[in-house]
């Protein structure tokens, strides 16, 4: 797990030791996420190689943002219009065009059986044999992690995948008002978590990945404290794993689900 502390610019970083994921064949990548930003934070940079690699990624939004930045001035129905196109443009940037939002008001996600519904509808639309997810899980070594909407989104998404979209019986509405068909999802990718166990090289797509941070343009003013960030948290995820001095890496834990 992260265990990071500023000192002056300095960030010490501890985690175990991890596996350089090996990549299974597949054709059709879900993200599903609280809030816009969430997913470049997470793995914007996994997303950058994965379409770079022909897999069709597509992003499902919970939340508009509309709870975040500090501008006051603004109000809340214009930062979620502002926040949509901000996610639109940082999707771009890391190849993803297909981005639903579920408009859900943030700060106020619960696991609810609608969010369940609404996470299922998106599954078997989009059908995809991955979804990378936020964990439902409290990381206690790094708080901002765990917003409640984030710990929210994760466990309907994982009701979702297991067994709402599997199940025809499950959520009715979407089989016979929609005629969408259960699906089974293989696998789901945790961000974020206590117990990772995979990680992916991004070293050659990092670059796309703090585009995509930058263009939530609303939500940060310290670009360059950001960043450092960033990179000292992926050094360390890479230096975990074994890769050599200089490279960037994403973290997940894999729950086989199939």
Excluded at 29 to 38: E, I, K, S
Excluded at 75 to 91: F, I, K
Excluded at 131 to 141: D, E, G, L, M, T
């Amino acid at each position: 797990m992260y265990a990071a502390s500023p000192s002056g610019s300095v960030w010490r970083v501890e985690l175990p030791s991890l596996a350089v994921s090996e990549e299974k064949s597949v054709e059709r990548v879900l993200v599903v996420v609280a809030h816009p930003d969430d997913c470049d934070f997470g793995c914007a940079g996994t997303t950058a190689k994965w379409t770079g690699e022909g897999l069709a990624v597509s992003y499902c939004i919970v939340t508009d943002g509309d709870a975040g930045g500090s501008d006051r001035s603004i109000t809340r129905a214009d930062m979620a219009r502002v926040r949509r196109v901000e996610q639109m443009e940082a999707a771009a940037e890391v190849g993803v065009t297909d981005v639903s939002f579920l408009g859900y008001p943030d700060g106020r996600v619960s696991p609810s059986i609608e969010l369940r519904r609404d996470i299922t509808r998106v599954i078997r639309q989009k059908q995809p044999q991955r979804v990378v997810a936020q964990s439902p899980v409290r990381n206690f070594a790094r708080i901002y992690a765990s917003h409640p909407d984030h710990l929210a989104v994760g466990e309907a998404t994982m009701c979702a995948v297991y067994p709402d979209a599997r199940n025809p019986f499950a959520h009715p509405e979407l089989l016979n008002g929609e005629g969408l068909e259960p699906h089974t999802v293989d696998e789901v990718w945790l961000m974020t978590v206590n117990q990772a166990d995979q990680v992916i090289d991004i070293t050659d797509t990092v670059e796309r990945k703090l585009a995509a941070l930058r263009r939530h343009r609303s939500q940060y003013d310290d670009w360059d404290k950001l960043e450092e960030r960033m990179r000292t948290w992926m050094s360390a995820t890479a230096k975990s794993a074994g890769l050599n001095d200089g490279r960037m890496a994403e973290q997940f834990q894999v729950v086989e689900t199939a």
